[in-house]
């Protein structure tokens, strides 16, 4: 009872006038609503924004692109500072990098927008700003942050200059027609030389050296440059109001409470609280709760009242076309919102925007949960992480040892750790990941497998799935096109290391007087485990790598199933190119040894090609000591002994079935970061 006077006592201060500038403390046993939140909003001048303030004449649009660790995220952190829109402390670091797992490893995972607001020569402008990742594996994320801008700031490290993920960033930014602003960060390093980075601009992307701008992210040195520049360089969105609604979904991220949080940008019309609105994709119309944009937490906007609005008709909720920000409408099913789907009024259809190439996994690898009655929980957060990551495609799977579970495609090994991570962080879920793999393809002859299939080329992401030889014409593996850039003093090694990776060089140029830029063809499976891991080792961390898809080509494929006494074990048969296969094979082996556990018969481990041994580990029994009790007496005693524990063992080799606990699965197809 005293519970329930406290909060009505609560609910009743919250109704009643007070002056807008009062604090608002909020007990923790007190329910949230509607009332609580907008009163809350309203006490500290939140709900101040007019947005017929900002015509699209005075909006921005655009992102920050850079190498990784080239200071994306300091320079998004002083805007913020610089704008008011944070305050400015000491603890402002990575911002707009809500992630635990991004916090951790220091690096961008997802791109972030925030809205900040800055007065230029007496006209006030609405920027919407996106920080996007700097990782290769994270590039799928660029492209799509890019749809929504009309211009980017392409950042380049003083010390380190341009590096392999700079050069594709910035043909991400050329290819979409955006404006480009060249920005020199770190200035204030003792070893910075931004002069020679303006001439590796100039030569690169041919942009003149009197557009860098030179700044320190980190001491806020000329950053207030940077914002005079979007506002001069980078053009306002082009739409109309009067055009119906056309908004474009780049971004979603689930609340347990409010269902899906989508990100939109507006193409045309407006959008405001009440709105019918449908979607494209699933044609499944929605109410709009809840309209706003990111400052960089969630600021709904809406007119201010002299009087608060009664509970159910609080003031309208208005984004007009051309801004960016979030929209909330009662979507319950992560299936619902679709990355790169259009939304629009009801009754008022119009043409779908093209929305966004989908993203083509490079690696593959089994996940299953380490209990099986964890199999629906694991599928309920993979649907949500997979909402916030939609780069990840899911296809479901199964194995005897390891029971069900799904095969899931990914971008690059480190988006494969990021994931699994997040997982474990965010929804409290331990999962098996197996070895990662690639995609292969088979061009088949056999007319018996076209019709079974109904084509001539299937898709390979299982070994399982791998068709035998004699009916396949032809096997094709994919490739990319890596792009490296180091200093010239270890182009020897890195030239040695490619060859060995079976490598095809197709260019090389120098940079300026120290740096080099490579660029091979890789076979994706010689890349895929620890070949960035050796670069940076080769070259003292100094090269740098990137790559994109350069599609297939023909390669003398095998399956390799590993035996246990004669018996394949599926959950153990790889994929490799035929020059791979005897140092593979023997590795398997000597793991698997290592892996099980001894049985009262001998193991033979071996790895085979077909019918070919090509490695083989033997397991050796427990043995019984028989001749013990023999402490005398003639040989032939204790050779009969020992004959008669032969022919025991080898019968119980017959009929014995050897079972790899699961365990021991676990250790052999975990990938090994020590291997």
Not at 71 to 95: M, P
Not at 353 to 365: C, E, I, N, R, Y
Not at 466 to 474: A, G, I, Q, T
Request: net charge positive; with cysteine.
């Amino acid at each position: 009872m005293a519970l329930a006077g406290r909060t009505a006592a609560w609910w009743a201060r919250l109704r009643s006038p007070c002056p807008a500038a009062a604090p608002l403390c909020l007990p923790s046993w007190l329910p949230a609503g509607p009332v609580a939140c907008e009163r809350l909003y309203s006490s500290r001048g939140k709900e101040k924004l007019d947005m017929l303030m900002y015509p699209v004449e005075s909006i921005r649009n655009f992102s920050i692109i850079a190498h990784v660790d080239h200071g994306k995220s300091t320079l998004a952190d002083r805007l913020l500072e610089i704008t008011g829109t944070i305050a400015k402390t000491d603890r402002n670091k990575q911002v707009l990098d809500k992630l635990q797992v991004e916090r951790e490893r220091g690096i961008t995972v997802k791109a972030q927008s925030a809205s900040i607001f800055y007065n230029h020569e007496g006209v006030n402008y609405l920027l919407n700003l996106i920080d996007t990742p700097g990782h290769v594996d994270f590039s799928y994320e660029v492209s799509r942050s890019l749809s929504a801008c009309q211009g980017v700031i392409l950042v380049v490290d003083a010390n380190e200059g341009i590096q392999a993920q700079t050069v594709a960033n910035f043909y991400l930014a050329f290819e979409a027609q955006l404006a480009i602003i060249p920005v020199i960060n770190k200035i204030d390093l003792k070893n910075a030389d931004p002069e020679r980075v303006e001439k590796q601009i100039e030569k690169l992307f041919d942009i003149p050296i009197d557009e860098c701008v030179r700044i320190s992210a980190k001491q806020g040195t000329n950053v207030e440059k940077v914002l005079q520049k979007v506002i001069e360089k980078i053009p306002p969105p082009q739409c109309n109001t009067a055009d119906p609604l056309k908004a474009l979904v780049f971004d979603s991220t689930f609340d347990h409470y409010r269902g899906v949080i989508a990100n939109i940008a507006l193409f045309g019309g407006e959008i405001e609280k009440g709105h019918k609105i449908v979607s494209a994709h699933t044609k499944k119309r929605y109410e709009v709760n809840e309209v706003g944009i990111l400052t960089p937490n969630e600021q709904p906007t809406h007119k201010l009242f002299q009087k608060l609005a009664p509970h159910g008709s609080s003031g309208k909720k208005i984004r007009y076309a051309g801004q960016v920000g979030y929209l909330i409408a009662g979507m319950k099913e992560v299936t619902e919102a679709q990355i790169g789907d259009t939304l629009f009024l009801y009754k008022q259809p119009v043409e779908p925007l093209p929305g966004f190439k989908s993203a083509k996994p490079m690696v593959f690898a089994g996940m299953y949960p380490v209990d099986q009655t964890e199999y629906n929980n694991l599928k309920s957060a993979l649907e949500r992480l997979t909402l916030n990551d939609s780069s990840v495609t899911v296809h479901r799977d199964s194995s005897l040892a390891l029971g069900a579970g799904w095969r899931l495609g990914f971008l690059g090994l480190l988006h494969m750790e990021v994931f699994n991570q997040r997982l474990e962080q965010e929804y409290n879920m331990s999962v098996i990941l197996t070895a990662p793999t690639v995609p292969y393809k088979a061009i088949l002859s056999s007319a018996k497998l076209i019709k079974e299939y109904g084509k001539a080329e299937i898709t390979i992401i299982n070994p399982a799935q791998f068709p035998d030889k004699l009916s396949v014409s032809e096997y094709l593996e994919p490739t990319v096109l890596g792009t490296i850039v180091t200093p010239h003093e270890y182009i020897g090694k890195i030239i040695a290391l490619c060859q060995d990776r079976r490598a095809v060089q197709k260019d090389m140029l120098y940079i300026d007087e120290r740096r080099v830029m490579l660029k091979y063809l890789f076979p994706l499976n010689e890349i895929v485990v620890d070949f960035y891991d050796a670069l940076k080792s080769l070259s003292s961390g100094y090269a740098s790598f990137d790559y994109e898809d350069a599609g297939y080509q023909a390669a003398d494929l095998i399956k390799m199933d590993i035996l246990l006494n004669g018996n394949p074990v599926e959950e153990l048969s790889t994929i490799i190119h035929n020059d791979k296969a005897y140092a593979t094979g023997k590795f398997l082996c000597e793991r698997l040894k290592d892996a099980i556990p001894r049985q009262l018969f001998e193991i033979a481990i071996q790895a085979a090609i077909g019918k070919k041994i090509i490695a083989r580990e033997t397991l050796k029994a427990y043995r019984k000591n028989v001749v013990a009790k023999c402490y005398g007496g003639d040989i032939t005693r204790r050779m009969k002994l020992l004959k008669r524990q032969a022919e025991g063992k080898k019968l119980m080799r017959k009929i014995g079935n050897v079972e790899v606990p699961r365990d021991a699965f676990i250790r052999v197809l975990k990938r090994q970061t020590d291997k």
